[in-house]
């Protein structure tokens, strides 16, 4: 929450939940941060796989798909790592699609 609040990005706006049935009906692209997330989603919803993407795919230059690392329960270095890490991913996501 301190990274969130360094960053003037309303906390309210933030809620962590599973990601359900529907969520992967509405989506045209899931995101996750880590290949794992990616394995879960398509045990479960194989139909999902021609929409997941690595966040990492759009933080590295080479289009490596790095994890992006929890950093729950690590320290606030961790933390402000992951933001900006996510920051990089979406800026350079938006990039692509235009």
Known sequence: MAVLEEKK???AAFESRRISEEDVSWADRIIVMEKAHAGEIMM???EAEPKLDLMGRYISLDGSADDVAD???RS????R???SQIQM??????????
């Open 9 to 11: 990005i309303p906390l």
């Open 76 to 79: 606030p270095y961790h933390y």
């Open 89 to 98: 991913g979406i800026k350079n996501f938006i990039e692509t699609q235009v």
């Open 71 to 73: 950093p729950y329960g």
């Open 44 to 46: 479960r919803w194989p």
């Open 81 to 83: 790592l992951a933001q």
